[in-house]
């Protein structure tokens, strides 16, 4: 109705919401197809020992190979697939998928897996673990799941028992993007994370501002005198990767050590047959 009245008389959107909004539809449907599950592919990013240079853990990061739009980006469909519930098919296939590489790599590499609001109300979720990690015969140890504030604040209080539940398979449980969103410091209460990824936003710009350095630097020490590893985020530059590691920040992710990398790289060169 809008698209109809809203051109000449009452433009409620503009053509790039109007676009955007249409996407959301089709995304939507599509989402719903049998076929999405052959779609969806996993892209890694290397997170880094800041210490050695060496990476410690691969993050897998899901991609849908639309057969019309091209490949879409996470951010353009896990939110509809949380609102529809599909989240909960595509982040079993995401598990799987990571689980099935991991078997595959040298056994000091790790896996992160995101998890969504949504996964957390799935009572099942623990034992789907428990089964894949089984069925691929991967250590728990190996894998951690990354959950943002939002996981929290959602869910009631059985969310932190099912944590738990993944923390006794021998998973980690790390916040992600911490210091974005609503960024309070309640997660930190109401749940005692094994890592904390620090968000790209409190990395970006950090030499134009001396308030920007101290307050990096505040979290990072706040990591070290809590115990907790610290991730930085989003390093996008060799000056803030040298920051990071003057901080005695331990471990570090972005651009500027590796893009996301295809699951044929990853074989490549974390393969078990190239380490032997
Ligand atoms: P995230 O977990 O915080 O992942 C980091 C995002 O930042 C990734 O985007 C990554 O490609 C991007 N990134 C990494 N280094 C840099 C950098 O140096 N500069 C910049 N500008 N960006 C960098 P991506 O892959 O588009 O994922 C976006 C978000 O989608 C993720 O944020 C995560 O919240 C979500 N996501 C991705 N895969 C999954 C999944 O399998 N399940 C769920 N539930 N969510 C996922
Ligand atoms: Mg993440
Ligand atoms: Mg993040
Ligand atoms: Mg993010």
Not at 105 to 114: D, G, K, Q, R, V
Request: charge should be negative; charged fraction near 25%.
């Amino acid at each position: 109705q809008a698209k109809v009245e809203g051109r000449g008389k009452f433009c409620f959107f503009d053509a790039r919401t109007q676009d955007a909004i249409s996407k959301r539809i089709t995304i939507h449907t599509d989402l719903k197809s049998p076929a999405v599950r052959q779609q969806l592919f996993l892209e890694y990013q290397p997170i880094i020992d800041l210490r050695t240079g060496k990476p410690i853990a691969m993050e897998a990061l899901v991609r849908w190979q639309h057969p019309v739009r091209g490949v879409i980006n996470p951010t353009d469909f896990i939110s509809i697939a949380e609102d529809s519930g599909f989240i909960n098919v595509i982040g079993k296939h995401v598990i799987d998928m990571t689980c099935r590489s991991a078997a595959l790599m040298t056994p000091n590499l790790e896996f992160a897996i995101n998890l969504s609001p949504r996964q957390l109300r799935d009572e099942m979720l623990p034992d789907k673990i428990s089964e894949v990690l089984r069925k691929n015969d991967i250590d728990g140890r190996r894998i951690s799941f990354e959950i943002t504030e939002t996981c929290l604040l959602d869910v009631g209080g059985n969310s932190l028992g099912l944590l738990d539940k993944i923390r006794a398979l021998g998973c980690r449980i790390v916040l992600d993007d911490f210091g974005t969103g609503y960024s309070s410091f309640r997660p930190l209460h109401n749940y005692d994370f094994d890592r904390i990824k620090i968000a790209q936003a409190l990395l970006d710009d950090v030499f134009l501002s001396p308030s920007r350095q101290i307050i990096l630097e505040t979290v990072v020490a706040m990591g070290q005198r809590i115990g907790i590893d610290m991730i930085a985020e989003g390093v996008e530059t060799e000056q803030q990767a040298a920051l990071l590691r003057s901080l005695d920040c331990p471990f570090a992710q972005g651009f500027w050590f590796s893009r996301p990398i295809s699951d044929t790289q990853l074989i490549r060169e974390y393969g078990v047959a190239n380490t032997l």
